[in-house]
């Protein structure tokens, strides 16, 4: 049987109908690695599915470093916008390690009838549209990602939280020590430079005064989102979409009040970021770095 796909934007994003996502195999890695975003309809699969599938992607990670997993599937972070689970900001997932993860598999088991639709960015489009003075200007940057407390769950904050469940994010994420990434981030297998900065976890940039730090992430920040750069994927339950982390950020849009959205996430280990100059990030061991 011909795979059936076809193209979501013009520079990124691949749909697929009628096709089970584990049926692609060896070729599931390369293509998401070239799409960086595929999107699979009426999946409906189960946690433990779920789980097998990232792994045709790489070896899944527990759920996140400072919330905890699934009781019987501990690599799956299970989003319900009714706990706390929402973060309408835009941002990388987990860059706040030396290491994040290289792709996300999402699925959706319960969606609202209208509204929280999810928006990528592809950050190869961005930096590669920068002008060429600009580019070589930030290719030897480094900035530091640190979680914010709290605020990992998106702005505002999220009403669902209890002040105990807030407290506790709160003193988690104060055992995270910041990180130090590239600016520009070249992609392991394909090679293609990308911004890797978001502003979900993104604090500044290193050596820079909080003025010129401020401005160019701003400057970078807007430039990343134009709508030429952006897909928007409305859910419906059973969607399975999966994303290289390496090269995007995405937004949860929090457009539905209180109504029902449940989602559960799997992310993929991933190594060291490099640089165009071949630096490789690390903990931030400098306060004079770390600090700001």
């Not at 992607?57 to 599937?73: C, I, K, M, N, W």
């Not at 995007?248 to 165009?276: F, S």
């Amino acid at each position: 049987m011909a795979l059936v796909s076809r193209p979501i934007t013009g520079c990124f994003g691949t749909e697929f109908e009628g096709v089970d996502a584990v049926s692609l195999g060896d070729d599931l890695l390369p293509m998401l690695e070239d799409r960086l975003v595929l999107v699979f309809r009426d999946q409906n699969i189960s946690l433990a599915d779920q789980v097998r599938l990232a792994r045709l992607l790489g070896e899944p990670t527990p759920a996140h470093p400072v919330v905890p997993g699934h009781p019987d599937h501990p690599e799956i972070l299970e989003l319900d916008a009714q706990k706390g689970g929402k973060n309408a900001r835009w941002h990388t997932d987990v860059t706040f390690v030396a290491t994040p993860p290289a792709a996300s598999v999402l699925v959706a088991d319960h969606v609202p009838e209208w509204g929280g639709d999810t928006q990528w960015v592809d950050l190869r489009s961005a930096y590669e549209n920068l002008h060429p003075a600009l580019r070589g200007a930030i290719d030897s940057l480094r900035a530091v990602h640190r979680i914010a407390p709290i605020a990992y769950w998106g702005e505002p904050f999220d009403s669902a939280l209890s002040r105990e469940d807030a407290q506790k994010l709160f003193d988690d994420a104060l055992r995270v020590p910041p990180v130090v990434h590239p600016v520009v981030r070249v992609h392991p297998s394909t090679k293609r430079p990308a911004l890797f900065v978001n502003p979900g976890f993104t604090s500044h940039i290193a050596d820079l005064s909080r003025i010129e730090s401020d401005h160019l992430l701003a400057l970078l920040f807007e430039h990343s989102v134009k709508p030429e750069f952006t897909l928007r994927h409305r859910w419906a339950p059973g969607d399975v979409v999966m994303w290289d982390n390496r090269a995007t950020m995405h937004y949860a849009i929090d457009d539905y009040g209180t109504t029902d959205r449940r989602m559960r996430r799997v992310t993929v280990r991933g190594g060291h970021t490099h640089g165009p100059d071949g630096f490789e990030s690390h903990v931030a061991t400098n306060p004079l770095v770390a600090v700001r």
